[in-house]
């Protein structure tokens, strides 16, 4: 079994950058496909990035083409979550989660606290 916490959230102005990361504890991390979701005040938990336990495929929602990027160390136990050009939308409390499937849908496997990212404008 996985645990996850997450880390790197704040307030920052539309425009900035911020870098999530993901702390994940277990010798078989490298096994588990990781994901990042957000979920905004109001509204349902989307998905946002993935990438597979190796760190070859990754996988984004629309949004967040372009603007976003994941990456992981495995040597560290380690996923990031590189936020570019980010805009008030951008708003919510954002999760990391863990699956041994790469194209997951739910990440059912572990979830870490999640941490607040906040963009004025």
């Known amino acids: 079994q996985v645990q996850l916490v997450e880390s790197g959230g704040g307030l920052v102005q539309a425009g900035g950058s911020l870098r999530l990361s993901c702390a994940a504890s277990?010798?078989?991390?490298?096994?588990?496909?990781v994901g990042w979701f957000r979920q905004a005040p109001g509204k349902e938990r989307e998905f946002v990035a993935a990438?597979?336990?190796?760190?070859?495929?990754?996988r984004y929602t629309d949004s967040v083409k372009g603007r976003f990027a994941i990456s992981r160390d495995n040597d560290k136990n380690m996923v990031y979550l590189q936020m570019n050009s980010l805009k008030p939308e951008d708003t919510a409390v954002y999760y990391c989660?863990?699956?041994?499937?790469?194209?997951?849908?739910?990440?059912?496997?572990?979830w870490g606290q999640g941490t607040q990212v906040t963009v004025s404008s």
């Open positions: 277990g010798r078989t991390f490298a096994t588990y496909a």
């Open positions: 989660a863990a699956d041994m499937r790469f194209l997951s849908r739910s990440f059912g496997d572990a």
């Open positions: 990438i597979s336990g190796s760190g070859i495929l990754t």
